[in-house]
């Protein structure tokens, strides 16, 4: 099976745009989860969506959003970019019944 | 989920093996330990998990203590391209979808 896939894989924006990344999950998985990972805070998550529903979120502003759509493929957006939001981007997925999270390789987002 | 502590870092000489330790201080009966490793800027890396037997497959082994206070993960011929971020983690099987990412601990393979 291929593995799961995230576009773009790099990104340059500035402050105060607004951005939508891409997940495409492992083929039959319905969980996909995001997370961010910077330097001074490794990695952190972000939300999951099962079956187009978020399920789980994580401690971050509303600023960060996400959806699934009904081929379980997922988006995130981050709207009105701080320099902090500078990271690697990265979703995983999985079956959806607590199963081992599989990763992409990320989206690299520079924040100028 | 479990809080677990890992060392900073460690150095293995290539083809000898690598001993990862992982002490789980706040396991309960129904967490797992995963362990995954991340290669610089790469996606992190599934690698095993177990709940309280000992579990091997193609790419380790994970040892875990009878009192599930700490496990071990070995990579039996450690390469150059083992040299990554590993991190252990506890997680409950329905709370696998947000997995709590520690430090991590850097293992470097040395030629």
């Known amino acids: 099976k291929a593995g799961v896939t995230q576009t773009p894989r790099y990104l340059i924006k500035t402050r105060g745009q607004q951005v939508t990344l891409s997940c495409s999950p492992i083929?039959?998985?319905?969980?996909v989860s995001w997370y961010q990972q910077t330097p001074g805070q490794g990695l952190q998550f972000l939300f999951e969506?099962?079956?187009?529903?978020?399920?789980n979120k994580g401690n971050f502003p509303g600023r960060f959003s996400g959806r699934q759509f009904s081929n379980s493929r997922s988006e995130m957006n981050v709207s009105t970019l701080e320099l902090g939001d500078s990271a690697l981007y990265l979703c995983?997925?999985?079956?959806?019944?607590?199963?081992?999270?599989?990763f992409g390789p990320g989206t690299r987002l520079l924040v100028l | 989920d479990a809080k677990t502590t890992q060392p900073t870092s460690m150095d293995c000489a290539e083809g000898r093996a690598a001993n990862l330790p992982c002490n789980h201080s706040t396991i309960s009966g129904n967490e797992y330990v995963y362990w995954y490793r991340q290669i610089h800027s790469q996606g992190p890396q599934y690698i095993i998990h177990?709940?309280?037997n000992n579990e091997t497959n193609e790419m380790a082994s994970l040892i875990i203590t009878e009192d599930r206070k700490s496990s071990t993960l070995i990579l039996p011929h450690a390469t150059l391209r083992d040299t990554a971020v590993y991190y252990c983690i506890g997680a409950t099987q329905g709370g696998s979808e947000k997995l709590v990412f520690g430090k991590g601990m850097k293992l470097t393979v040395n030629p």
């Open positions: 177990g709940l309280k």
């Open positions: 083929s039959g998985h319905r969980s």
């Open positions: 995983a997925s999985s079956e959806g019944g607590g199963e081992t999270q599989y």
């Open positions: 969506y099962f079956s187009e529903t978020q399920r």
